[in-house]
């Protein structure tokens, strides 16, 4: 799916996302410290089971479960090396969930720390990794890819760089805060201006905060793009209890309501991020009429 194809999309009506999916997987069973990409694998109908449900549920979009499956997080565990592997494997999950009535969007995160001109992270390493990844979701087969919680500016410009003749739609979001900040400074405004100037198909904000303390950082992306805004927050904030699971203070309902203001300021492109499930969607879709 070009640019192009997706704003295409994106005209024609509201297009439904996912929900979360490593919250979820943790509530089946994936224990805490493991490479979230080997556990799957291991256990694949429960993903199977999870990307069905939100098909079933009015997911248009599902992102394939590859967030971490890049050459720095691999390293953790020792799998540096199996990058195309785990990514083509984890992709052909996704797309036999989606049976044909869903994309696959090839799912890739935040490099976790900001990009500096020397150290740990430069832009030279955080491009590399990003083409590394991006083109073993390419040659998956991918419908088009979606960069999430990005946490700067600087790693959403390496990451839209490698993405640069892939012929992929490119959906640019942001781990930003209530008042528009973004984590490694900035504000939202800016970078999806940015984004939007490097070729993305779409920006805007998941994870960080829940849908009620969104609805002004929505309007300000409306207002400083042209193309579709992308809101995918987490269904509320999170109470850890004693066994160290996070619980999230906003229920499918809620979720639903704020989600309808946040389409009202300007969103076109909806789900939810952790601690949402399918019902979360099939409520949402419900709310805005699909």
Known sequence: MTKQEFFDLASAGTVLLDGATGSNLRAAGMP??????????????????????????????????TFSANRLSLRNFGLEEKVGELNAALTALTKLAAEGRALAAGDL????????????????????VYREQMEALAAAG????AVETLMG?????????AAAGLNLAV?????????????????????AVLAQEMGAAAV????????????????????????????????GLPVMDEFGQAHYSMDAAGFARHMVLLAEAGAGVLGGCCGS????????????GQ
Do not use: H
């Open 32 to 65: 805490v410290g493991v490479c979230p990409e080997k556990w799957i694998l291991e256990n694949p109908q429960i993903l199977l089971d999870l990307q069905r449900a939100y098909v079933d549920a009015g997911s248009r979009i599902l992102c394939t479960p």
């Open 109 to 128: 995160s935040t490099m976790g720390r900001p990009l500096e001109d020397s150290g740990a992270m430069t832009y030279a390493l955080a491009y590399d």
């Open 142 to 145: 991918v419908d088009l890819l």
């Open 153 to 161: 500016v600087d790693e959403a410009a390496a990451a839209l760089d």
């Open 171 to 191: 959906l640019c979001s942001f781990s930003a805060e209530a008042d528009g900040g973004v984590l490694f400074g900035g504000n939202i405004r800016e970078a």
């Open 204 to 235: 805007g904000v998941n994870c960080s905060v829940g849908p009620d303390q969104l609805e002004s950082v929505i309007r300000a992306v409306r207002e400083a793009v042209d193309i579709p805004v992308i809101a995918k927050p987490n269904a």
């Open 277 to 288: 499930t399918p019902e979360y969607i099939r409520q949402l879709a419900a709310a805005i």
